[in-house]
């Protein structure tokens, strides 16, 4: 790869030739500013906050998808190019619907009085990506306060016709990661852009509700939104109501897929969080019974055995547990409905296991889980009666005081001798990707090399299912 | 001060509808006389010799846009000629349209065959009906007369917005995506329509090209100022006597068009200012009228030849009331692809109307003057990057034009 050489902020760096100025900057930990950007989904420049001088260029450059050149000279940090970022954000805070400056607590909504560190620990205002949201951290980097514009904030309904996946137009800033995700990774193809100028608007298909949509309730588009536009329906009122009712025994399955983002939420170094940490401030809250999901995954992974083993070498064995699959397959691939082999995902299982705890009281489930799907599965199919992802949980302990960080190790409160997983290395939890093309393993049948292929997102279903199944003897999917 | 007639050399003479009246006038022969010539060098003698730059807007040199895409090795190349006419105050597109459409075809025939394009597109303004017709009309007759020799030429009409008169939202547009634009480079020379190598060129430029091959590039070379040689049209508007489309060789002066072919104002008032270039443009006034009608002049005295619109106001006019007009305009045809252009477009005009509704003057001026920093600054294109330039130019010449409003 040629290298090319340039300045960034006076300090003389080596990119590579096709790079960008916020990878080769990123490279030498040099901070850039981003927000509509997204790590593996090509630049839109549209928030215009990466914007950087470049020397000999009229205006600034967004930094996301500006390509480094021989020479190059760059400032990032110039007090124009700060002026121009705080502008813009100014703007683009005129025309948000503000829930999370608004304390009730302290009865203010000014910057300098709100400490982040206490907003962190309160959550009684409104928005769910308070705390997280890209847009609040931004405002607080550059001290965005009282806005120069009258407040446009609520010019559009909130869409909770799913009631699981919801849409506040409100907050949108238009950066299009929803789109994007939707359209270009998953090809569910559901939202898009529509009107102009300050009308400008996600919309899901033809501009319908979100439950008569295209949506196929993937979850995606929540976890890739930079502020509370798009979210998951939260029950952390409902939850820790339960945990503390005497008419209610609740059981949790916890994974440990919620432990990466618990980190990331709680800005602690990759690896902190142990999952022992977290069965003990579940505890902390109220919730007694809380399992592992290991043995929901053995019991799913023999589901798909069985399938596999009827039907290898005899048809294309297709399978998924996902509901986002299978909602995918009857909009888009009716015709290979029949071919398809749904077998329980680790939700559906627990949802029957846990009759087991049934005493005297009602019984209430609750998984928790950063399988981005979960929360719209548990909703549309009652499985479960609630699932909760990561950022919830963590808005839970935030409001309840239950740092997993400063618990003790505790044991899950029932195991199971479950044996190896069969197919381990093809039916395994496996995490969503932006990649175009699936992953393909050879796993080993009576010894034999078997071709198999993963779909990580449904753009890779897609590719799958319009053909590309015929080249493999077992083909997983998932959402 | 004369008109001098090259690219509408043929309006008012011929039957517009008629390819016979063109061949008769002499048309197509420069298309003859082009694929007689090896292909670089024509486009190094239009770009040397002719010097013919963009009549578009931004004046980049044809002849180098040209060998760029000549230089990129792809089967498929396309000539796109933009006719999205969307600047306020500008009409001469539709002018050389409705009085000469086989002449923007053969230009963008004989730039078809220096690129080795097989595909033409000519992207009309929806409004321009008119010219949508005819020219679907003259494509038809220069392909059964043999002229397009297997290059297909597509007439398509605009989608309706201003925006898409950028030469890269116009080839998103024509793609059918919505209209916004997108990042440069790579520039359309490279990446294109459909991502192919693709010129793109105004009316105007294309309609001038068969002149300069038929009468040669040192004819053309040799017509008005020395680095912005041959003619250009303007659009007369506003309070003038007469108004209309004039081409003038470029050394003619502004005074030349507004009182020579406008008439100057009426009796018994006075010019106030003039928005050359259209209505991204700031204002200049009386003082300047002598100023050389070509590009590198109109940049030295902070003006812009832009698309060619000159508006002439008289004292009657309120700046700040014609300045909300304008800002009004952008935000309705911001496409809303970026955050400072989409929010800042409407809280331009809603500056300027708490103004003219006698609100905090200074404090609307700090903001506007604000808004102009980050929009010119950060915008994804140069809609966003424009917006503000009436307004500020506006409050620059005519600080009492916002004064009055507020004390009335």
């Known amino acids: ?479 | 001060m004369k008109e001098v007639r090259i690219t509408l050399r043929n309006a008012g003479k011929i039957n517009p509808e008629s390819i016979e009246d063109y061949i008769k006038a002499g048309g197509y022969e420069a298309l003859k006389k082009a694929k007689t010539i090896d292909r670089k060098a024509l486009i190094d003698d239009i770009e040397g010799a002719s010097k013919l730059r963009g009549r578009g807007g931004a004046g980049f040199k044809t002849g180098l846009k040209w060998s760029g895409a000549y230089g990129v090795d792809s089967d498929v190349k396309y000539v796109v000629c933009n006719a999205d006419e969307g600047e306020p105050g500008t009409f001469k597109d539709r002018t050389i349209i409705e009085n000469d459409p086989h002449t923007l075809i053969e230009g963008m025939l004989i730039c078809a065959y220096c690129i080795q394009a097989k595909e033409c597109f000519i992207y009309v303004r929806g409004e321009y009906t008119h010219c949508i017709e005819l020219l679907r009309k003259a494509a038809a007759d220069a392909e059964d007369k043999g002229f397009t020799d297997g290059v297909k030429v597509n007439v398509v009409g605009g989608a309706g917005s201003y925006v898409c008169g950028e030469e890269t939202t116009l080839l998103t547009s024509l793609e059918g995506y919505r209209g916004e634009p997108r990042l440069k480079p790579p520039f359309p020379t490279v990446a294109g329509y459909l991502g192919k190598p693709t010129v793109v060129n105004n009316v105007e430029t294309f309609a001038t090209v068969p002149v300069i091959v038929d009468k040669g590039s040192d004819w053309f070379g040799s017509i008005g100022a020395p680095e912005y040689p041959g003619t250009k049209l303007f659009s007369l508007s506003g309070d003038v006597k007469n108004k209309g489309v004039v081409e003038l060789p470029t050394d003619a002066t502004l005074r030349d068009l507004v009182e020579g072919f406008g008439g100057g104002v009426r009796e018994g008032h006075k010019i106030k200012a003039i928005q050359m270039g259209g209505g991204s443009c700031g204002f200049i006034t009386e003082k300047e009228l002598d100023t050389p009608l070509d590009f590198e002049s109109m940049r030295a005295i902070g003006a812009s030849l832009g698309s060619g619109a000159v508006l002439v106001l008289d004292e009657t006019h309120n700046m700040a009331e014609f300045v909300k007009g304008t800002s009004h305009f952008f935000a309705h045809e911001s496409c809303g692809k970026c955050s400072p252009c989409r929010e800042g477009t409407s809280r331009l005009e809603e500056a300027v109307e708490d103004i003219l509704n006698g609100g905090d003057l200074n404090k609307n001026v700090a903001l506007i003057n604000k808004l102009n920093d980050v929009m010119s600054m950060s915008c994804f294109c140069p809609l966003g990057q424009g917006a503000c330039t009436p307004v500020v130019s506006a409050l620059k010449l005519f600080p009492e034009d916002f004064k009055a409003k507020k004390e009335a």
């Open chain 1, 1 to 479: 790869m040629a290298e090319v050489k340039l300045t960034i902020n006076g300090k003389q760096i080596t990119a590579e030739k096709g790079q960008t100025i916020l990878q080769a900057a990123k490279a030498n930990n040099i901070y850039i500013p981003t927000l509509c950007h997204f790590e593996g989904i090509e630049g839109r420049a549209n928030c215009r906050i990466c914007v950087v001088e470049v020397e000999g260029m009229r205006t600034f450059q967004p930094a996301c998808v500006t390509k480094v050149s021989e020479g190059m000279a760059v400032n990032t940090e110039t007090e124009r190019v700060r002026a121009a970022r705080k502008a813009t954000l100014e703007l683009i805070m005129a025309h948000h619907a503000v829930d999370c400056h608004h304390c009730m607590r302290i009865g203010s909504s000014s910057e300098q009085s709100l400490d982040p560190k206490f907003c962190e620990m309160c959550f009684w205002c409104d928005c769910e990506r308070d705390g997280f949201c890209e847009l609040q951290t931004l405002n607080r980097e550059y001290h965005v306060d009282v806005l120069p514009y009258i407040q446009h904030e609520h010019d559009y309904e909130t869409d909770d016709s799913l009631d699981s996946v919801i849409r506040n137009p409100n907050k949108c800033i238009k950066c299009r990661r929803c789109v994007d995700v939707c359209g270009e990774v998953q090809t569910v193809h559901n939202l898009s852009m529509a009107n102009r100028g300050r009308d400008i608007m996600v919309v899901p298909e033809m501009g319908k509700p979100m439950a008569e949509s295209a949506c196929v309730r993937c979850g995606h588009c929540v976890d890739v939104c930079p502020v509370g536009a798009i979210y998951m329906k939260e029950h952390k009122d409902e939850v820790i109501y339960m945990a503390h009712s005497y008419e209610d025994d609740v059981v949790a399955q916890l994974s440990d897929d919620v432990l990466p983002e618990l980190d990331k939420l709680y800005k602690l170094e990759p690896g902190t969080i142990r999952i022992g940490q977290v069965v003990s401030a579940l505890h902390k809250i109220g919730i007694k019974n809380v399992v592992s999901d290991e043995h929901a995954a053995f019991l799913a992974a023999q589901q798909a055995a069985e399938v596999i083993d009827k039907k290898l070498g005899k048809e294309p064995v297709i399978i998924t547990d996902s509901s986002a699959v299978m909602n995918f397959v009857d909009r888009y691939f009716p015709e290979m409905k029949g071919q398809i082999s749904k077998y329980d995902s680790k939700q559906d299982v627990f949802g029957k296991l846990a009759e087991e705890f049934k005493g005297e009281k009602r019984l209430k489930t609750v998984n928790v889980t950063n399988v981005k799907e979960a929360g719209a599965e548990a909703k549309e199919t009652g499985n479960v009666d609630y699932a909760i992802n990561a950022r919830e949980l963590y808005r839970i302990f935030m409001r309840t005081g239950g740092a997993p960080a400063r618990k003790n190790v505790c044991a899950f409160d029932k195991s199971w001798n479950d044996g190896s997983l069969p197919y381990a290395q093809l039916l395994k939890s496996k995490a969503w990707n932006l990649e175009s093309d699936p992953e393909e393993l050879a796993v080993l049948v009576d010894g034999k090399p078997v071709k198999c292929a993963v779909a990580h997102n449904l753009g890779q279903v897609r590719k799958l299912l319009e053909g590309d199944y015929k080249k493999y003897d077992i083909v997983r999917l998932m959402a």
